[in-house]
């Protein structure tokens, strides 16, 4: 059984900066893409950053102020926020593809999700 579990949001100020860690845990075979999206109330999911094999890729509303990274053991993966904004406000949630040990392929795994609330 693999499990993500998303901690670090929170309210904070406009211009302020939070980071989101998100733990994979559990018989792990492999880990490979992972993401972070946000959704507000009423919206569909919005890809914010994705990570593969070292390589980065951001949406255009947060290019220059987010940075995705992982640790070196690919078990926990990071959304630094920088030059926080009021319309960042959303739940965040990772998404981590993971071949589970004993498993020939791989699937999708969702966090809870983390509320990030931007406002003074």
């Known amino acids: 059984q693999v499990h993500l579990v998303e901690s670090g949001g929170g309210l904070v100020q406009p211009g302020g900066s939070l980071r989101l860690s998100c733990v994979v845990s559990?018989?792990?075979?492999?880990?490979?893409?992972g993401n972070w999206y946000r959704q507000v109330p009423g919206s569909q999911h919005e890809l914010v950053a994705t990570i593969r094999s070292g390589s980065t890729n951001y949406a255009d509303s947060v290019k220059g102020r987010f940075t995705i990274s992982r640790d070196n053991t690919e078990r926990t993966m990071y959304l630094q926020m920088n030059s926080l904004r009021p319309e960042d406000t959303a739940v965040y949630l990772c998404?981590?593809?993971?071949?589970?040990?004993?498993?020939?392929?791989?699937?999708?795994?969702w966090g809870q999700g983390t509320q990030v609330t931007v406002s003074s």
């Open positions: 559990g018989d792990i075979g492999s880990i490979n893409t």
């Open positions: 998404n981590v593809n993971v071949r589970p040990n004993g498993w020939f392929v791989s699937r999708d795994y």
